[in-house]
């Protein structure tokens, strides 16, 4: 049997620093999306589009630090002579860390959660955004009502010019 190394896991305390990152994005996010509602709300165009732009990149940092957590914990599981790196058998070995760990995954999931929330509300925001502007274009541009040359209605098709093209 592998004798345990002594005192605190350093993988693990780098594991949890990137956690704690981890949160402070997403909180970030949060906030920033709390803005993006009311921009949604006044269809401004250059808000929603600054805040997708900040949102790709935070997409791409959150996946860079769900990679260096992964890293980490897969550090920590070799410093500890583990096969399979679960909070249980991180508890089995390093019972503080591993404590400190599902904290900070509990707190994740909790913000991860509230986030998947927000984007719904977004979602249905933006939707409705959506159909405001496609009823004023139908509005400016109008459909004709006749048929065409096979005797159905012309429904969906707008009104052509009345110019001749052989002008």
């Known amino acids: 049997m592998s ?20 949160a402070s994005a997403l909180q970030s996010e949060l906030h920033r999306g709390r803005q993006l509602g009311s921009a949604l709300a006044r269809l401004d165009g250059e808000g929603i589009l600054n805040f997708v732009s900040a949102r790709t990149t935070f997409i791409d940092d959150a996946g860079s630090m769900q990679n260096e957590l992964a890293a980490h914990l897969s550090r920590a599981g070799r410093q500890l002579g583990l096969s399979e ?4 058998t991180l508890s089995s070995k390093a019972p503080e860390q591993a404590e400190a760990l599902a904290r900070a995954f509990s707190l994740i999931r909790e913000l991860s959660q509230e986030l998947k929330l927000h984007e719904q509300v977004h979602r249905q925001l933006l939707e409705k955004g ?10 400016v541009r109008p459909v004709g009502s006749s048929y065409d040359r096979r005797g159905s209605m012309n429904q969906g098709t707008p009104i052509a010019s009345t110019f001749s093209r052989r002008v």
């Not at 004798?3 to 981890?22: F, Q, T």
């Not at 790196?85 to 249980?88: D, E, G, H, S, Y």
């Not at 959506?130 to 139908?138: F, H, K, Q």
């Open 3 to 22: 004798e345990l190394p002594k005192g605190r896991i350093s993988a693990l305390d780098d594991a949890l620093a990137v956690c704690d990152i981890l």
């Open 85 to 88: 790196v679960t909070l249980a």
């Open 130 to 139: 959506l159909a405001i502007v496609n009823g004023y274009l139908s509005s």
